[in-house]
């Protein structure tokens, strides 16, 4: 008769991953959108302020000031 742990074993050799590169696909998938996510919420934050810059340029430029 098996032991709690032995059974454990067993199990955790049929579920045992034999080709991890699936897994490293997957990680590096996940780790190139976050890095996308910055940078566009990045971008979007400096083109929100560089357009509120030229708008007050542009304001003072017509203003003649």
Known sequence: ?????EYA????RFFAIKDR???????????ASLIAVA????????GTNLS???NSVAGQISSGS
């Open 1 to 5: 008769m098996l032991r709690v742990n």
């Open 9 to 12: 074993a067993i199990v955790a």
């Open 21 to 31: 590169r699936g897994v490293t696909a997957i990680e590096y998938g996940l780790i």
């Open 39 to 46: 940078i566009i919420a990045g971008v979007r934050l400096v």
């Open 52 to 54: 509120a810059v030229f």
